[in-house]
């Protein structure tokens, strides 16, 4: 089964970077493309950056020219390199597949205070 495990989230200051890391238990040429979700307390999850298999990328609105999403075949492992960080990014950050066929994780929690 995959096991998708997410890190990196902490608290920081709006205008501050984190870079979150989502680490599969297998080659990730053996899953459908990871994408970046987010979800904020009574809300649904929401994609944030998905990487293709044509490697072209696609952002959400709200963080294009700020997040960027790659990716690191030999640790099978997935970034998301978040700067600018406004307190709207203030939510779990979670991984899967688009459209989500993998187990969720716990996610990583990301706050971004004023």
């Known amino acids: 089964q995959v096991q998708l495990v997410e890190s990196g989230g902490g608290l920081v200051e709006a205008g501050g970077s984190l870079r979150l890391s989502c680490v599969a238990n297998t080659n990730l040429r053996n899953l459908i493309t990871i994408t970046w979700y987010r979800q904020t307390p009574g809300q649904e999850r929401v994609l944030v950056a998905r990487?293709?298999?044509?490697?072209?990328?696609l952002y959400a609105d709200s963080v294009k020219g700020r997040f960027t999403i790659s990716q690191d075949n030999a640790k099978n492992t997935i970034y998301l390199q978040m700067n600018n960080l406004k307190p709207n990014d203030t939510a779990v950050y979670y991984c899967?597949?688009?459209?989500?066929?993998?187990?969720w994780g716990q996610g990583t929690q990301v706050t971004v205070a004023l």
């Open positions: 990487r293709l298999s044509d490697l072209r990328t």
């Open positions: 899967n597949s688009y459209p989500a066929r993998y187990p």
